[in-house]
């Protein structure tokens, strides 16, 4: 995979990735209202695979340390 491929690959989830948990942040009243009434939305489930991705592509396995950064 070309550098500029990779690149637009890791961009595009880590947007992903932040627009997921922003739509679990506006959807916290409805999910807070559905448990209430016996439903469960699986909204962790879908920001935790989005968020394996984005490490994966990232190719550190760490999201909280710096860029490029890897483990020898």
């Given at each position: 995979?070309?550098?500029?491929v990779?690149?637009?690959?890791?961009?595009?989830?880590?947007?992903?990735?932040?627009?997921?948990?922003?739509?679990?942040?506006?959807?916290?009243?409805?999910?807070?209202?559905?448990?209430?009434a016996?439903?469960?939305?699986?909204?962790?489930?879908?920001?935790?695979?989005?968020?394996?991705?984005?490490?994966?592509?990232?190719?550190?396995?760490?999201?909280?340390?710096?860029?490029?950064?890897?483990?020898?």
């Amino acid at each position: 995979m070309t550098h500029a491929v990779r690149a637009v690959r890791t961009t595009g989830l880590f947007a992903l990735h932040h627009l997921t948990v922003l739509a679990g942040i506006l959807a916290f009243p409805l999910v807070f209202l559905g448990r209430q009434a016996g439903l469960r939305l699986p909204m962790g489930a879908v920001v935790a695979r989005i968020h394996e991705a984005y490490d994966a592509a990232t190719d550190t396995g760490d999201a909280d340390g710096p860029a490029g950064e890897t483990e020898r």
